[in-house]
């Protein structure tokens, strides 16, 4: 029998409250399993010394955070982070907004383009990383080949100081531009076409539509790609896990996941990987603060 | 009613995913015949390839019919680290490992392989090359078994020698004499045209470091009480002399800046005259340089050494002993003189046995393999320094040393005190 | 979709030009290892480098089979995708069927803690999940691979917001029928919302195939591994041997670009309902 009950204010009834706990806890259950007490001892260890080769645990309050924000490794690791995520996510959009602005277009064979725009998307990224690390190789890869070709000068890809974090960063934008390019795509398509025709009888220039029009409209499906970009990239860890696992060249593409490998799974200080990834935690969790802050008073201000 | 069924294919999945795991484990063989014993081997190319060939002739053997081995390859050294830290972690640690850490058996207490070696005269302990032994010791105790030794050999490219006109039947010994020689090479041995052409390259720049700490003297590390508290000391005036040797290597322009990571590719390519490796690679590379490639010994500062490097074969004893026995059987077969002498040919490798050199086949490969003979030769300089978990530390604290050294940005004495400094706090807890 | 009423025959050539160089730059690579999985080491280590291999034999190919358990991996993987992606479904089924269309006390704080859960990223409760496996022996297990990542936060949202979007007089008129909540479940919602499940059961099943850092991390033995984490086992082994890397590549490769090119409509609705919903 199904009665209805009021609580705190509001009313329900029986039978649905039991059968939304019932369906619900499982996921509950794996939340609290898999999240809760994982963050809860992240938290714990990170003020311990926790070695995983001797087994010896102590408590020693801050130091592991001392020992971070002190060490050059960590913030060269967060400072290659950044950079890597700046220049990927900047030309990955800007390049992904101009190809789906020209699939839009009356073009031929879009499937066959939209495929192979998509597929490194869809490739394991080892497999495609394999391939890679070839195409780097300043003696034997093809692309000093191509370089050379075109008169340009060679590069040290992978193994140079400064080439090897945009290499990286020009790999995982062929790997990720597929999935901005079709979500972009679907963005501009799902524009009525009513606005466009308005326009275009009122005299303006499809260059004026795109910016007047299209793209304010595809505000919110930038920021979607922008944000989910940010997050995605902050963590980047496979890439530079096949390409350079040792960090690179003077330690140049050591991103901060890499970083917290090396510590908690290379040099058995899980104390440090742990309290690392509290510190990779709060920056993220910032950022995406201080975008939601601009986000919201921009909207609170176009309203 | 649907939710009972949905309750129940969750409950079922999970049931049958546990069963997968229990399914999955080995489960202890106690009292059935064969014994199952786990070996994990961190060997790759030509070495791994040696390696289980002598897994297969162990089990073609019927002496040994009553032993099963479950082997699996752990990946390099840093990946076979994590592996048994996280197998010592949950007690799933296999019987034998090739290529653990002496801080996974001496460092946890467990000198079973030590034990056995003493006390059991089928293993003829004193056959052994002495050096070795240090090599496997954690304060001074014998806690595993060396297996797979290699030295250091400085390669050249016969082909690149020639055009540039050089002869190497009296090579160079010291540093100094290296250099005059590789400069020639690097100006008149240009073979491909390539724009960038180097006297000498290197990729494991940690390991040469180290020999040529120990060149001069330097032991990197150093015990300095009963306790066998560890301290490192390559901060003196010896290792300055050898971070400046880096710094003049890049500044004569024989060696490129930073990019050692692409060393092995640039000497394959012929774009080298001269690389550093491991004798392994006398085995590796045979398909792909062939001829092209020989060697001289590892010239030297102050008096002739070179850092061992290779592995040992840790045992990690179990509760049941006929598991300890098998795994102690297994172990001394593979380093008995003809398997491990024939592992050694195949791998590059040197034998660890004296009496291995009274064989057919290392007699001939002495003929036939000028490069093994000069590998062999150096085990007599052969110099192991204080193990240490902390080496991604030690060794980070090396390649940055170099790095600065290379980029002329740092003076030489205040680098390796810097490096030193930088090694103690990383290595702290 | 809107329609070019203007010149319906015209195509821009131009522009159609300038993307087929695009699209050529973003298929080379697998142009690259498809050819190069058949070259010889004297192909490979030649400078210049050479594009075309000298025969079309599969002697890396062999090779990749004798130096790792490929076969093994692909099993691994299969095994531990079907089963992750059906947990993980079910529990986003029910959970988001929970929030879209049922009320409860403390529905509005159970929502923001499923929300908060996608915040984390995965790095940071890999070492606790890696201890806690340890200490039950579920390190090197496939249940050590799949039970921690069932966790689906992204697909549960994505299907709250779909199953929002039907309509509440279908559920009241099956209420008036006499269904139970389990029923509608089960009769109602799922059906109407098979696009939705489908694109969700694309999504989690290709990130679970991918899955490199936790099965990393799990796996000791050789025979465990999955594909991702054998291939990098493969380029330790195989150190500079890159024609046989490629080889190994290829047969990572094809099967998924197969499927993808076949099932390529379903992929991109997928994605683009993840992406439009902010």
């Given at each position: 029998?199904s009665f209805?009950y009021s609580?705190?204010?509001k009313?329900?009834e029986t039978i649905?409250?039991r059968a939304?706990?019932v369906l619900?806890?499982p996921?509950i259950?794996?939340?609290?399993v898999?999240?809760i007490?994982?963050?809860?001892q992240?938290?714990?260890?990170?003020?311990?010394s926790?070695?995983?080769?001797?087994g010896t645990?102590k408590?020693?309050?801050?130091?592991?955070?001392?020992?971070?924000?002190?060490?050059?490794r960590?913030?060269q690791s967060?400072?290659?982070?950044?950079?890597?995520?700046?220049?990927k996510l900047?030309?990955?959009v800007?390049?992904?907004?101009?190809?789906a602005?020209m699939?839009?277009?009356?073009?031929?064979?879009?499937?066959?383009?939209r495929v192979?725009?998509?597929?490194?998307v869809?490739?394991?990224?080892?497999a495609s990383?394999i391939i890679?690390?070839?195409?780097?190789?300043p003696t034997?890869?093809p692309?000093n080949q191509?370089?050379?070709?075109f008169?340009?000068?060679q590069?040290?890809?992978?193994?140079?100081?400064s080439?090897?974090?945009?290499s990286?960063?020009?790999f995982s934008?062929?790997r990720g531009?597929?999935?901005?390019?079709i979500v972009?795509?679907?963005?501009?398509q799902g524009?009525?076409?009513?606005?466009i025709?308005?326009?275009h009888?009122?005299?303006?220039?499809?260059?004026?539509?795109?910016?007047?029009?299209k793209?304010?409209?595809m505000?919110?499906?930038?920021a979607?790609?922008?944000?989910?970009?940010?997050?995605?990239?902050?963590?980047?860890?496979?890439?530079v896990?096949?390409?350079?696992?040792d960090?690179?060249?003077?330690g140049?593409?050591l991103l901060?996941?890499?970083?917290i490998?090396?510590q908690a799974?290379g040099?058995?200080k899980?104390g440090?990987?742990t309290?690392?990834?509290i510190?990779l935690?709060l920056?993220?969790?910032?950022?995406?603060y201080?975008?939601r802050?601009?986000?919201d008073r921009?909207?609170?201000?176009?309203? | 009613m649907?939710?009972?069924v949905?309750?129940?294919?969750?409950?079922?999945l999970?049931?049958?995913?546990?069963?997968f795991?229990?399914?999955?484990?080995?489960?202890?063989?106690?009292?059935?015949?064969?014994?199952t014993?786990?070996v994990w081997?961190?060997l790759?190319?030509?070495s791994?390839?040696?390696?289980k060939?002598?897994l297969?002739?162990?089990?073609?053997?019927?002496?040994?019919?009553?032993i099963?081995?479950?082997?699996?390859?752990?990946?390099?050294?840093?990946?076979?680290?994590t592996?048994v830290a996280?197998?010592l972690?949950s007690?799933?640690e296999?019987?034998?490992?090739?290529?653990?850490?002496?801080a996974y058996?001496?460092g946890?207490?467990?000198?079973?392989?030590?034990e056995?070696?003493?006390s059991?005269p089928?293993?003829?302990?004193?056959d052994?090359?002495?050096?070795l032994?240090d090599?496997a010791?954690y304060?001074?105790?014998i806690?595993?078994?060396p297996?797979?030794?290699?030295?250091?050999?400085m390669?050249?490219?016969?082909?690149?020698?020639?055009?540039a006109?050089?002869?190497?039947?009296?090579?160079?010994?010291t540093?100094?004499?290296?250099?005059?020689?590789?400069?020639?090479?690097q100006l008149?041995?240009n073979?491909?045209?390539?724009?960038?052409f180097?006297?000498f390259?290197?990729?494991d720049?940690?390991w040469?470091?180290?020999t040529?700490?120990?060149?001069n003297g330097?032991?990197?590390?150093e015990?300095v009480?009963d306790?066998?508290?560890?301290?490192?000391?390559?901060?003196d005036?010896?290792?300055?002399e050898v971070a400046?040797?880096w710094?003049?290597?890049?500044a004569?322009?024989?060696?490129p800046?930073?990019?050692h990571?692409n060393a092995?590719?640039?000497?394959?390519?012929?774009?080298?005259?001269?690389?550093v490796g491991?004798?392994?690679?006398?085995?590796?590379w045979?398909e792909?340089?062939?001829?092209?490639?020989?060697?001289i010994?590892?010239?030297?500062?102050t008096?002739?050494s070179?850092a061992?490097?290779?592995?040992t074969i840790?045992?990690?004893p179990?509760k049941?002993?006929k598991q300890n026995d098998?795994?102690?059987?297994f172990v001394?077969?593979?380093?008995?003189?003809?398997?491990n002498?024939k592992?050694?040919l195949e791998?590059?490798?040197?034998?660890?046995?004296?009496?291995?050199?009274?064989?057919?086949?290392?007699?001939?490969a002495f003929?036939?393999?000028?490069?093994y003979?000069t590998g062999?030769?150096q085990?007599?300089?052969g110099?192991?320094y204080?193990n240490?978990?902390n080496?991604?530390?030690?060794?980070?604290a090396i390649?940055?040393?170099i790095?600065?050294?290379e980029n002329?940005?740092a003076?030489?004495?205040?680098?390796?005190?810097?490096a030193?400094k930088?090694?103690?706090?990383e290595a702290?807890? | 979709?809107?329609?070019?009423?203007?010149?319906l025959k015209?195509?821009?050539i131009?522009?159609?030009?300038i993307?087929m160089?695009?699209s050529i730059?973003m298929?080379?690579?697998?142009?690259w290892?498809f050819l190069?999985a058949?070259k010889t080491?004297?192909?490979v280590?030649?400078y210049?480098?050479?594009?075309?291999p000298?025969?079309?034999?599969f002697?890396n190919?062999a090779?990749?089979?004798?130096?790792?358990?490929?076969?093994?991996?692909?099993?691994?993987?299969?095994?531990?995708?079907?089963?992750?992606?059906f947990l993980q479904i079910?529990l986003s089924?029910t959970?988001a069927?929970?929030?879209?269309k049922?009320e409860?006390?403390?529905k509005k704080?159970?929502?923001?803690?499923?929300?908060s859960?996608?915040?984390?990223?995965a790095?940071?409760?890999?070492i606790p999940?890696?201890?806690?496996?340890?200490?039950?022996?579920?390190?090197?297990?496939?249940?050590?691979?799949?039970l921690?990542?069932i966790?689906g936060?992204?697909t549960?949202?994505?299907?709250?917001?779909?199953?929002?979007s039907?309509?509440?007089?279908l559920?009241?008129?099956?209420?008036?029928d006499g269904?139970?909540?389990y029923?509608?479940?089960?009769?109602?919602?799922?059906?109407?919302?098979t696009?939705?499940?489908?694109?969700?059961?694309?999504?989690?099943?290709l990130?679970?195939w991918?899955?490199?850092?936790?099965?990393?991390?799990?796996t000791?033995?050789?025979?465990k591994?999955?594909?991702?984490?054998?291939?990098?086992y493969l380029v330790?082994e195989?150190?500079?041997?890159?024609?046989?890397?490629?080889?190994?590549a290829?047969?990572?490769?094809?099967?998924?670009?197969i499927v993808y090119?076949?099932c390529?409509k379903?992929?991109t609705?997928?994605?683009?309902m993840?992406?439009?919903?902010?």
């Amino acid at each position: 029998m199904s009665f209805r009950y009021s609580f705190a204010g509001k009313r329900y009834e029986t039978i649905q409250t039991r059968a939304a706990y019932v369906l619900l806890a499982p996921t509950i259950l794996v939340l609290i399993v898999l999240f809760i007490i994982p963050v809860i001892q992240v938290i714990q260890l990170s003020f311990t010394s926790l070695n995983s080769t001797t087994g010896t645990s102590k408590f020693i309050g801050f130091n592991n955070y001392k020992y971070l924000l002190t060490s050059p490794r960590f913030w060269q690791s967060v400072l290659n982070t950044t950079l890597f995520t700046i220049v990927k996510l900047t030309s990955e959009v800007l390049i992904a907004l101009i190809i789906a602005v020209m699939l839009d277009t009356h073009v031929p064979f879009r499937k066959y383009l939209r495929v192979s725009f998509f597929a490194p998307v869809v490739v394991p990224v080892v497999a495609s990383s394999i391939i890679w690390i070839w195409f780097f190789d300043p003696t034997l890869g093809p692309f000093n080949q191509i370089l050379s070709a075109f008169g340009l000068p060679q590069s040290k890809w992978l193994y140079g100081k400064s080439t090897a974090l945009m290499s990286i960063a020009l790999f995982s934008i062929w790997r990720g531009i597929g999935y901005d390019i079709i979500v972009f795509l679907s963005g501009l398509q799902g524009i009525s076409d009513s606005y466009i025709e308005a326009a275009h009888v009122d005299g303006a220039t499809n260059l004026q539509i795109f910016f007047k029009i299209k793209l304010p409209l595809m505000r919110p499906v930038l920021a979607f790609v922008i944000m989910m970009g940010f997050i995605g990239s902050f963590q980047s860890f496979t890439e530079v896990d096949i390409m350079t696992p040792d960090g690179g060249p003077g330690g140049s593409t050591l991103l901060i996941v890499n970083y917290i490998y090396q510590q908690a799974f290379g040099n058995s200080k899980m104390g440090r990987g742990t309290a690392a990834s509290i510190l990779l935690f709060l920056i993220i969790f910032s950022m995406t603060y201080l975008q939601r802050k601009i986000s919201d008073r921009r909207e609170i201000r176009d309203a | 009613m649907k939710k009972v069924v949905l309750i129940l294919s969750i409950l079922l999945l999970a049931g049958s995913s546990l069963i997968f795991a229990s399914g999955n484990k080995e489960s202890g063989t106690e009292s059935e015949k064969p014994v199952t014993i786990e070996v994990w081997y961190s060997l790759s190319g030509k070495s791994g390839e040696a390696f289980k060939q002598r897994l297969h002739e162990f089990t073609a053997d019927p002496a040994y019919a009553d032993i099963k081995v479950v082997s699996s390859f752990s990946g390099n050294y840093g990946d076979t680290g994590t592996k048994v830290a996280a197998a010592l972690m949950s007690g799933t640690e296999p019987h034998v490992i090739i290529g653990g850490n002496v801080a996974y058996t001496g460092g946890r207490g467990n000198f079973y392989a030590g034990e056995m070696v003493s006390s059991d005269p089928l293993f003829q302990k004193d056959d052994v090359f002495e050096g070795l032994w240090d090599y496997a010791v954690y304060e001074n105790k014998i806690c595993n078994i060396p297996y797979g030794i290699s030295t250091p050999l400085m390669y050249y490219n016969k082909q690149i020698i020639e055009k540039a006109g050089l002869d190497l039947s009296t090579p160079p010994k010291t540093w100094d004499e290296f250099l005059v020689v590789a400069e020639k090479a690097q100006l008149n041995g240009n073979i491909n045209n390539a724009d960038e052409f180097w006297g000498f390259v290197v990729k494991d720049v940690p390991w040469l470091f180290k020999t040529q700490l120990s060149q001069n003297g330097n032991n990197v590390f150093e015990y300095v009480d009963d306790n066998y508290t560890v301290e490192a000391v390559f901060d003196d005036a010896s290792a300055a002399e050898v971070a400046q040797w880096w710094a003049d290597m890049a500044a004569a322009k024989v060696m490129p800046i930073g990019e050692h990571n692409n060393a092995e590719n640039v000497f394959l390519a012929g774009n080298a005259a001269f690389f550093v490796g491991s004798s392994t690679k006398i085995a590796d590379w045979s398909e792909t340089m062939g001829d092209m490639l020989a060697a001289i010994p590892m010239p030297y500062f102050t008096y002739p050494s070179v850092a061992l490097g290779g592995n040992t074969i840790s045992i990690f004893p179990k509760k049941d002993q006929k598991q300890n026995d098998a795994a102690w059987t297994f172990v001394r077969y593979i380093t008995s003189t003809e398997p491990n002498a024939k592992f050694a040919l195949e791998s590059g490798y040197m034998p660890i046995r004296k009496s291995a050199i009274e064989l057919d086949i290392i007699q001939q490969a002495f003929q036939n393999m000028p490069m093994y003979k000069t590998g062999f030769e150096q085990l007599a300089h052969g110099w192991s320094y204080i193990n240490t978990d902390n080496y991604i530390a030690l060794d980070g604290a090396i390649r940055r040393t170099i790095e600065k050294m290379e980029n002329g940005t740092a003076d030489a004495q205040q680098a390796v005190i810097d490096a030193v400094k930088e090694f103690n706090i990383e290595a702290a807890d | 979709m809107h329609k070019n009423k203007s010149k319906l025959k015209r195509y821009n050539i131009p522009i159609f030009i300038i993307l087929m160089l695009l699209s050529i730059c973003m298929i080379f690579p697998f142009v690259w290892m498809f050819l190069s999985a058949f070259k010889t080491p004297a192909d490979v280590y030649t400078y210049p480098p050479k594009w075309l291999p000298s025969s079309f034999k599969f002697d890396n190919f062999a090779k990749v089979f004798q130096l790792i358990p490929f076969g093994k991996f692909y099993f691994n993987t299969i095994v531990t995708s079907v089963t992750q992606t059906f947990l993980q479904i079910v529990l986003s089924i029910t959970a988001a069927y929970v929030f879209a269309k049922l009320e409860f006390p403390g529905k509005k704080k159970m929502y923001m803690f499923v929300q908060s859960a996608m915040f984390i990223p995965a790095v940071v409760t890999v070492i606790p999940l890696y201890l806690m496996a340890s200490k039950v022996r579920l390190v090197d297990t496939y249940a050590g691979i799949i039970l921690p990542q069932i966790l689906g936060v992204f697909t549960t949202i994505l299907l709250i917001s779909f199953f929002q979007s039907i309509p509440d007089d279908l559920l009241s008129a099956s209420k008036i029928d006499g269904c139970g909540y389990y029923r509608i479940l089960w009769n109602v919602v799922i059906p109407n919302s098979t696009t939705a499940i489908n694109a969700a059961i694309l999504f989690a099943f290709l990130s679970h195939w991918k899955s490199y850092m936790w099965p990393l991390i799990i796996t000791n033995s050789t025979h465990k591994r999955t594909l991702p984490v054998g291939l990098k086992y493969l380029v330790t082994e195989s150190s500079s041997e890159y024609q046989v890397m490629m080889a190994a590549a290829f047969m990572s490769i094809i099967p998924i670009l197969i499927v993808y090119i076949i099932c390529e409509k379903s992929f991109t609705r997928s994605l683009t309902m993840t992406g439009l919903k902010g």
